[in-house]
């Protein structure tokens, strides 16, 4: 049976990680796959390994590295996620969505989530930013919620609502951070799937069908965590290979983590100038 942590458990986390910073963030961030540079950009960092906390799990993925990092990035404290848990790598939805809550308790007030997602929209291109819009919850539809099990009221009620998930005006900042600074930003509707192989052409054909512009495997648990929460959310894909909706390219990992050495300044100079506004 999967692992669910109840507060008593996300609490002791949090407050081994007190006992290591001098200061609670206010905005948390989550990198994905070939976008964790953007922790250098922290200033003054404390990191944090995740394997250095009881009970927490560890990331197995090439390029996400495993750890938080805490500190300051435009006069805001932050906590940045270096590396992130997925599905995929054998964990529970609790287990996927455990660092949402303990930043919650750490006080976040916004979080920044991060991904590196393939094109299903023909128009996207490698190395665009996508501002998340909206998500389809393709994983949770078939049973996998990360807010299964006993409610933790602490955080929020039982049956959240999920219509407006992603902050409105925190989307409309990104899209005017965006065009002041010459950035395309496309915009569109993630989709998560439970991974780790990539879709097949059909797969992607599907989707399309239903209105999906990138697809990846993470993001959404993350983002019902944070919204159950009460916690503010703005999403960013970087589009990490083209659609193949016909089958004539394969698409790899090396891919995805190359198109990240494109997407991080973009977002990088995102993420700024939204902290600059906070």
Same mark, same amino acid.
């Given at each position: 049976?999967?692992? $669910? ?14 006992? @290591? $910073?001098? /200061? ?17 950009? #922290? ?40 590396? /992130? ?15 949402? /809550?303990?930043?919650?308790?750490? +006080?976040? !007030? ?21 501002? $998340? ?6 994983? +949770? ?39 002041? !600074?010459? $950035? ?38 993350? #983002? ?8 503010? #959310?703005?999403?960013?894909? +970087?589009?990490?290979? @083209? ?33 600059? /506004?906070?």
């Amino acid at each position: 049976m999967d692992k $669910i942590f109840s507060y008593a458990e996300i609490e002791q986390i949090t407050n081994v990680i007190r006992t @290591k $910073i001098n /200061r609670n963030p206010r905005v948390g961030l989550i990198l994905g796959s070939g976008l964790g540079g953007l922790a250098g950009s #922290v200033e003054e960092p404390t990191a944090i390994a995740y394997s250095s906390l009881p009970n927490f799990p560890v990331s197995t993925v090439e390029g996400h590295i495993g750890q938080f990092v805490f500190g300051n990035l435009e006069g805001q404290p932050v906590v940045v996620m270096q590396g /992130r848990l997925h599905y995929y790598e054998g964990y529970g939805m609790a287990e996927v969505t455990l660092p949402i /809550r303990v930043m919650q308790l750490l +006080g976040i !007030k916004v979080l920044i989530v991060t991904n590196a997602a393939g094109a299903v929209n023909p128009v996207f291109e490698p190395g665009d930013v996508m501002l $998340i819009t909206d998500h389809l919850n393709l994983i +949770g539809m078939a049973g996998l919620s990360p807010l299964r099990g006993p409610n933790l009221d602490e955080f929020g009620q039982r049956f959240p609502d999920m219509s407006r998930a992603y902050d409105r005006e925190l989307a409309e900042q990104a899209r005017q951070i965006a065009s002041e !600074k010459g $950035i395309g930003l496309q915009r569109g509707i993630y989709a998560c799937l439970a991974g780790p192989s990539f879709e097949t052409p059909a797969d992607l054909r599907f989707l399309r069908s239903i209105g999906v512009d990138a697809v990846g495997m993470s993001t959404v648990p993350e #983002v019902t965590v944070a919204h159950h929460g009460g916690t503010r #959310v703005l999403g960013l894909s +970087g589009i990490s290979n @083209k659609a193949n909706l016909d089958g004539n390219t394969l698409t790899t990992h090396a891919e995805v983590l190359e198109a990240g050495q494109v997407i991080v300044p973009k977002l990088e100079n995102l993420v700024r100038g939204l902290l600059r /506004r906070l």
